[in-house]
């Protein structure tokens, strides 16, 4: 069984760029949920894509946005960052069961913006 | 809102003590909990989690939680700790809709020698 995987590992970008960041659900796995953990802090969620739709939404920007592919791969697209954007971002695979699925995560992507 | 708290920021236990970890909940029906740990520079790990049934769950790694409706809490508890468990330990909720999970805000665990 192959777990969540995410790429890259370390990342680093200038205020005002774009960043997309990639991850590959867990085998059997058709739900994938990202987070942001700032230093510190517990994850929080951005978003969830469940079969290519977004199935939830967390209190962040519009300019945070994903995508979800037929092969359950996901997309973290992050437009005009912000210094406040550096972080560790999660991605985590689950199947659909109203919150009784256990999430399982990857080992994210440590973004750094300057 | 749901929301978790953790009490404890930074927690120091001589190795094989033992160990109790505090999280309390706030949300109005049942709660789905969960206890992750994260290693320095790593993912999350799920250690255990509670959906219904047995108030005291068994996880990985000799970890047990207990839930308590009448506190909102959900403890976690390990009876001899390992310098191998000095990690960031997180406890979580599953929001209402069933999508996100909601985090407190971690408790760092030393092992002292």
Same mark, same amino acid.
């Given at each position: 069984e192959t777990g969540v995987t995410q790429s890259p590992t370390h990342l680093i970008k200038t205020r005002g760029q774009q960043v997309t960041l990639r991850c590959s659900s867990q085998s059997g796995h058709n739900t994938v949920s990202w987070y942001q953990q700032a230093l510190g802090q517990g994850p929080q969620f951005i978003f969830q894509y469940y079969r290519e739709e977004e199935n939830g939404r967390g209190n962040f920007p519009p300019r945070f946005s994903g995508l979800q592919f037929p092969n359950y791969s996901s997309e973290l697209n992050v437009n005009a #960052?912000? #210094? !406040? !954007?550096?972080a560790l971002y999660l991605c985590a695979s689950s199947l659909p069961a109203g919150g009784q699925e256990t999430q399982y995560f990857g080992p994210g992507t440590r973004l750094l913006v300057l | 809102a749901q929301s978790v708290t953790q009490p404890d920021i930074h927690i120091t236990v001589s190795e094989g003590a033992s160990l109790e970890l505090r999280c309390n909940y706030s949300y109005g029906a049942t709660p789905y909990l969960f206890w992750y740990v994260q290693s320095p520079g790593q993912g999350l790990q799920l250690l255990l989690k509670y959906f219904s049934g047995d108030t005291l769950v068994q996880g990985i790694k000799g970890f047990e939680a207990e839930f308590k409706r009448s506190q909102s809490s959900f403890n976690l508890r390990k009876p001899s700790v390992h310098w191998s468990d000095a990690a960031e330990y997180f406890c979580a909720v599953a929001d209402q809709a069933g999508t996100a999970l909601i985090f407190g805000k971690g408790t760092t665990l030393s092992v002292s020698s």
């Open positions: #960052l912000e #210094l !406040d !954007d550096s | -």
